[in-house]
C-alpha cells in the first residue's frame, strides 16, 4: 500500500495509528492509575506561543482526581478506570455530572495492546530482543470502514514500550535509550523515539521514563510540545479526595452541555 493510494480518511486513521503507537506504547498516559504507588504532582503543558497549562493530579491505586483552572473556574474531575467511569465536579454549584466508558486494562498490567486499543485485533507473533532488551511482537490490525490496516510492533516485556514499530505507509519508528539522568528530582531513563517516513522525512520525540512509577514523567515531541510531571510527592492519598461529598447534587449530563475534553 502507498500514499497516494491512500483516500483522506484512511491517512487519517493512518496517522492516528502512528501516533497512538507513540501514545501507547512509547508515551505513558498521564492520568493512567498507578497500581504500586499513590502520588501528587503537576501536570504541566507547554505548547508554543500558548499559555502553559498545569494541572494538580493526585493518583491513587483506583482513582486519579484533577484539579485545573478553565477561564478562572476551577474544574475538578475524577477518573475511576477500573469502574469505566468519570466525574466532574462543580463546587460552587455542589453538583456534579457522571458518564461512563469502556473500561481498559491498565497497560502495566496487561500483556495484550489490545487491551488499550478499540476495534482492532492482536496477535502475538514470538519473542525477539532488541538491544539486549527483551520484547514481544505484535502484528495489530484494525478496521477502518471495511479496510484493513495492519502494524507490527515490538514491546518490551519490562517498561511495556514499543522498540520498533511498521506502520502500513512504509513508516518505521525506533525506540531507543540514550542515558540515565535525573528529570524532575526523579531517576529516569531518556529515550529517543525516531520515526523515519517514506518520503524520506525524520521526526524525533524523547522522553524520560520513571522505572519507579512506570510512565514516562516527561515527553518532547516535535514543534515544542512538552508535557511533563513536576513537583512529584511520594504518598498514599486521603480517600475523601475521590468521593463526591455527599451534599452534592447529580446532573444528568447530555452531549450537548458536558465539557468536550471529557470525551478523550
Not at 201 to 217: E, F, P, R
Amino acid at each position: 500500500m502507498i500514499i497516494e493510494k491512500l483516500n483522506g480518511e484512511v491517512m487519517g486513521t493512518l496517522n492516528k495509528l502512528i501516533i497512538t503507537g507513540c501514545m501507547l506504547f512509547a508515551c505513558t498516559q498521564t492520568y493512567a492509575v498507578s497500581k504500586t504507588m499513590e502520588f501528587t504532582a503537576d501536570a504541566v503543558v507547554s505548547i508554543p506561543q500558548q499559555p502553559v497549562k498545569e494541572t494538580k493530579l493526585f493518583v491513587s491505586k483506583k482513582a486519579v482526581r484533577s484539579e485545573t483552572s478553565i477561564g478562572g473556574q476551577k474544574i475538578i474531575e475524577i477518573i475511576y478506570s477500573d469502574e469505566g467511569k468519570a466525574i466532574l465536579i462543580n463546587e460552587p454549584l455542589k453538583s456534579y455530572k457522571e458518564r461512563m466508558f469502556p473500561v481498559q486494562k491498565n497497560i502495566n498490567d496487561s500483556s495484550n495492546p489490545c487491551d488499550q486499543i478499540q476495534n482492532a485485533v492482536c496477535e502475538k507473533l514470538g519473542t525477539e530482543k532488541i538491544d539486549g532488551l527483551k520484547t514481544e511482537k505484535w502484528q495489530i490490525i484494525s478496521n477502518n470502514r471495511g479496510r484493513k490496516l495492519r502494524t507490527l510492533h515490538w514491546v518490551d516485556v519490562k517498561r511495556k514500550l514499543a522498540l520498533r514499530e511498521f506502520f502500513p505507509d512504509g513508516s518505521v519508528a525506533e525506540l531507543k535509550m540514550l542515558k540515565k539522568e535525573k528529570t524532575n528530582g526523579r531517576d529516569a531513563e531518556k529515550w529517543q523515539r525516531t520515526l523515519s517516513r517514506p518520503d524520506g522525512s525524520v521526526t524525533k520525540s524523547y522522553q524520560w521514563y520513571d522505572a519507579g512509577l512506570k510512565i514516562s514523567i516527561k515527553e518532547e515531541l516535535p514543534g515544542g510540545y512538552v508535557r511533563e510531571l513536576k513537583n512529584i510527592k511520594i504518598g498514599k492519598q486521603p480517600k475523601e479526595l475521590f468521593k463526591v461529598p455527599e451534599d452534592y447534587r447529580k446532573i444528568e449530563m447530555t452531549p450537548a452541555v458536558y465539557p468536550e475534553y471529557m470525551n478523550r
